[in-house]
């Protein structure tokens, strides 16, 4: 029979001459224990869910439905409003405070209002009478021969020297408002009559009360190249100004040239009578 030989103390094995048995993992007992008690656990914390689904469903059938109590330990978030906040843009405004007015004490009397400044009283006056509109006395003077002036004799207008006290008659003229535009002029003899064109020659005519002579006896002031002087168109005849030609007054279309510039040009002077 083969000798039974001791075995080798196993707390040290290489000094003994033995060699531990690598066949098999160490601590596989506690591996299968340690898994063991995972799944229990596992199936345990299960259990609990199922349980604790189960009873706030309950709780939710049975509570009415306007219950807000939260089920304790879960994290309960607030319905947001659908009504926006009443204010501007929708945002709301904070109504400002007034603070109350100071009161006075009850011993100060408040200041009495000083009497306003005020003019004396005087006796109501009637008003004036309006006073009649100054009249206006022109005589019109030319720009190239600044010592003529119209003249109104014999039917036509001409242009001459003043020569006595009848010849400064017939070189005024009463500067009216238009007869036919009365933001133009109209200019009247010292006997009455108006200065129009007939056959485009200035004359001075009794008014007819047509519309025609009204027309023709009505000029409107122009700007002109030369200082202090103005050109005269006629209302019914657009670019055609009075000038002055063979020293007679008569009505031409405009032309863009020296001598017709001078010609057409006049100044408005006070009158000579």
């Not at 160490?26 to 656990?41: D, E, N």
């Not at 004396?120 to 720009?143: C, L």
């Not at 055609?240 to 408005?268: C, G, I, Q």
């Amino acid at each position: 029979m083969p000798e039974n030989k001791p075995r080798p103390p196993q707390d040290q094995p290489w000094e003994n001459g033995w060699a531990p048995d690598t066949s098999r993992a160490p601590g596989t007992r506690r591996l299968w224990l340690a898994g063991t008690m995972a799944v229990a656990t596992i199936v345990a914390c299960a259990t609990a869910i199922v349980v604790t689904d189960r009873a706030p469903d309950g709780q939710s059938r049975s509570a009415p439905a306007d219950d807000k109590a939260s089920v304790p330990g879960l994290i309960s978030f607030a319905t947001p409003s659908e009504t926006p906040p009443a204010g501007k843009s929708g945002l709301a405004t904070e109504k400002p405070t007034t603070r109350a007015p100071r009161q006075q004490d009850a011993g100060t009397p408040e200041p009495a209002p000083k009497p306003s400044k005020s003019a004396p009283h005087e006796a109501s006056s009637p008003p004036a009478a309006p006073k009649p509109p100054a009249t206006t006395w022109r005589s019109v003077r030319s720009v190239n021969y600044p010592d003529r002036y119209w003249h109104a004799s014999g039917g036509f207008v001409t242009l001459g020297p003043v020569r006595g006290s009848e010849s400064r008659e017939d070189s005024t003229f009463k500067q009216v408002k238009g007869l036919a535009d009365r933001s133009c002029h109209s200019f009247v003899t010292q006997d009455g009559s108006y200065l129009r064109h007939r056959d485009f020659v200035l004359r001075p005519e009794r008014d007819d009360g047509s519309a025609l002579f009204g027309r023709d006896a009505t000029f409107c002031p122009r700007s002109s190249s030369y200082s202090g002087a103005v050109m005269l168109e006629s209302v019914n005849y657009p670019g055609y100004f009075l000038r002055h030609k063979n020293f007679v007054v008569r009505l031409e279309r405009f032309e863009y040239s020296s001598l017709y510039l001078a010609d057409s040009s006049f100044r408005l002077v006070g009158g000579l009578a």
